[in-house]
């Protein structure tokens, strides 16, 4: 490797098949001029109205079986909010008794622990004011 390689850095393109591929994009992606008057076509497209079809959707209750069904989902999303509602309220009473459970059980480690030192106090000679 000559001294002005060392200079210019690393080989750009070390491989033939990426050496092609980039002369294929940089012919691809050359400035190419637009054919003649497209500008004029493009502009007296902008100017032309466009005409668009307006369609209008109408509905119409089928009697009063449409009444029924619009009542019946209703009533499924109501009974299904106080189901999810009662639910919930199940689940939060059992977490509460669960918590009330496991703090009395704690408590009576605890009273149990204090019994035992304090009796053990009393044996070392310490008299305790109860």
């Known amino acids: 490797m000559s001294e002005q390689e060392r200079m210019d850095g690393p080989e750009l393109v070390p491989d033939l098949k990426l050496a092609e591929f980039e002369l294929q994009l940089a012919r691809a ?21 466009v005409e668009v079809e307006q369609k209008v959707l109408v509905i119409r209750p089928r009697s009063g ?5 619009a009542w019946m989902g ?4 109501a009974v299904l909010a ?3 509602y009662g639910a919930e309220v199940l ?4 977490e ?8 009395a059980v ?12 304090r ?10 004011g109860e």
């Open 65 to 69: 079986l449409w009444r029924l069904q």
């Open 91 to 94: 689940h939060q009473r059992r």
């Open 96 to 103: 509460q008794a669960k918590a009330d459970q496991q703090f």
């Open 119 to 128: 009796e053990q106090l009393q044996r070392a000679g310490l008299k305790l």
């Open 29 to 49: 992606m050359r400035r190419v001029d637009a054919p003649e008057g497209f500008a004029a076509r493009v502009m007296d497209r902008a100017a032309s109205p």
């Open 74 to 77: 209703g009533a499924l999303a």
């Open 106 to 117: 704690a408590m009576q480690a605890t009273n149990h622990a204090i019994a035992q030192t």
């Open 82 to 84: 106080l189901g999810m």
